[in-house]
C-alpha cells in the first residue's frame, strides 16, 4: 500500500509533469519546478508530524511511559522487604523494553483515594532504579502506621496498581554542572542522592563518558539498621575514587567509626566529610524529614553558602528536593 509520504511526496508530483507533458511542452519546465516544491513540503510536513526514531525509541527499542499531566495505572510485580516496614517495590511498565523516562534528579507523584480522607492523596518519590532499566521502576518505601501513601502501598498485593504521574521537580543533572557536590541525606531522603551518584559514575571516563563531578555524601539516621541502601552506596564508593559516603547515627553500636549524633556545622567542616567549601562551582543537595532540612539549610547558611530559598531552582547552591 503506497504510503502518504509517497502519495504526496512521489506519485503527485509526478502527475503534475505528465499533465503538462500532456496539455503544452513550453509547460514542462515549470511543471518539473512546482513538482519539487510539492515533493519538499510534502516530505517536510510528514518529518515534522512523524516522531523521529529517536523520539519514538527505535533503535533503543524504549520509550517514557511518564505522562507528566495524567495519572496513569502501574501494576505491582514484586516486593522485597527490607525490615519490619521498608521494602523495595518494583512496578511493572506496560512493554519490557519500556522505560520510565525519569530525568536525573527528577521525582514521580504517587497517588491514592485513602479512607478518611476526602480528597486524593499524593506524595512524591524518587525511584532507585533509572532510565537504564526497561520494563519495571523500583521504590524503596518505609511504611508508617500513620502514613497514607506509604501505608497504601505497603499494603499492596502482587498484581494491585498504583496511579503514577511524572516526571516533576527543578533539578535536572547535567554531568560537569559543577565541579564538587556535597550531599546531606536522612532517611528516605537518600533516593534522590542515589539516583544522582549513580548517573555520574555510569558517566565516567571508564565508562565512555566525561563526568569528573566528586561528590561527598553525608547520610544521617537514627540506628545502623536504618541505613538504607548501605551495601549499594559502599560499593559505589569502593568502585569510584570520585564518591564518598560519611555515616551519621544518632544511636551508634560499639565501635562505630562514623559520626555520632546530629549533623551539625562543625561536622559539615569536619575533614572526614570532605564537603565542598562554598564556590561558584560547588552544590550542595538537601532531602530528608522536614525537621532535619530546615536545620541543614540553617547549618549551611551559617558557613557562608548562599541562603536556600523557600523553593528551590536548579541554579541554587543550596538545592532541597
Given at each position: 500500500?503506497a504510503?502518504?509520504q509517497?502519495?504526496g ?11 503538462a507533458?500532456?496539455?503544452?511542452q513550453?509547460w514542462?519546465?515549470?511543471a518539473f519546478i512546482?513538482?519539487a516544491?510539492?515533493s ?8 515534522v508530524?512523524t ?6 525509541g527505535?533503535g ?21 522487604v527490607?525490615?519490619?516496614n521498608?521494602a523495595?517495590y ?9 522505560i520510565?523516562?525519569?530525568p536525573?534528579?527528577?521525582h ?6 485513602i ?6 492523596v ?7 532504579s533509572?532510565?537504564?532499566d526497561?520494563?519495571?521502576?523500583d ?28 516526571p516533576k ?5 547535567s ?6 557536590i556535597g550531599m ?8 534522590p ?8 559514575v555510569?558517566?565516567?571516563?571508564r565508562n565512555?563518558g566525561?563526568d569528573?563531578?566528586r561528590?561527598?555524601l553525608?547520610?544521617a ?10 551495601d549499594?552506596?559502599d560499593q ?12 551519621v ?10 559520626g ?8 559539615i ?5 570532605k ?5 561558584k ?5 538537601l ?7 530546615s536545620?541543614?539549610?540553617k547549618?549551611t547558611?551559617s558557613?557562608?553558602y548562599e541562603k ?10 543550596v538545592?532541597c528536593?
Amino acid at each position: 500500500m503506497a504510503t502518504p509520504q509517497y502519495i504526496g511526496g512521489v506519485y503527485l508530483p509526478l502527475v503534475i509533469v505528465l499533465a503538462a507533458a500532456a496539455a503544452r511542452q513550453e509547460w514542462i519546465p515549470y511543471a518539473f519546478i512546482t513538482a519539487a516544491l510539492v515533493s519538499a513540503v510534502s516530505f517536510f510536513a510528514l518529518s515534522v508530524d512523524t516522531p523521529s526514531a529517536i523520539t519514538k525509541g527505535i533503535g533503543s527499542g524504549s520509550t517514557g511511559v511518564l505522562n507528566p499531566s495524567e495519572f496513569q495505572q502501574y501494576p505491582l510485580s514484586e516486593k522485597t522487604v527490607l525490615s519490619y516496614n521498608t521494602a523495595i517495590y518494583r512496578f511493572r511498565l506496560p512493554k519490557s523494553s519500556d522505560i520510565l523516562g525519569l530525568p536525573i534528579g527528577q521525582h514521580i507523584s504517587l497517588a491514592a483515594h485513602i479512607e478518611g480522607q476526602e480528597k486524593e492523596v499524593v506524595r512524591s518519590y524518587t525511584p532507585i532504579s533509572s532510565d537504564e532499566d526497561r520494563g519495571y521502576f523500583d521504590l524503596i518505601i518505609k511504611s508508617y502506621p500513620q502514613g497514607n501513601i506509604s501505608k497504601h502501598v505497603g499494603a499492596l498485593k502482587i498484581g494491585e496498581t498504583m496511579q503514577v504521574r511524572g516526571p516533576k521537580g527543578a533539578m535536572v543533572y547535567s554531568p560537569n554542572m559543577v565541579r564538587h557536590i556535597g550531599m546531606i541525606a536522612g532517611g528516605t531522603g537518600i533516593t534522590p542522592m542515589l539516583q544522582i551518584v549513580r548517573a555520574i559514575v555510569r558517566g565516567r571516563a571508564r565508562n565512555g563518558g566525561s563526568d569528573q563531578t566528586r561528590v561527598d555524601l553525608i547520610f544521617a539516621n537514627v540506628n545502623h539498621d536504618d541505613i538504607l541502601l548501605k551495601d549499594d552506596l559502599d560499593q559505589l564508593a569502593r568502585e569510584d575514587d570520585g564518591f564518598q559516603v560519611y555515616y551519621v547515627l544518632n544511636n551508634p553500636p560499639a565501635g562505630w567509626t562514623g559520626g555520632t549524633g546530629f549533623v551539625t556545622p562543625d561536622m559539615i567542616k569536619d575533614s572526614q566529610a570532605k564537603f565542598p567549601s562554598p564556590a561558584k562551582d560547588t552544590k550542595v543537595l538537601l532531602c530528608g524529614p522536614p525537621p532535619m532540612v530546615s536545620a541543614m539549610k540553617k547549618a549551611t547558611e551559617s558557613l557562608s553558602y548562599e541562603k536556600p530559598r523557600a523553593v528551590s531552582k536548579l541554579d541554587d547552591q543550596v538545592f532541597c528536593f
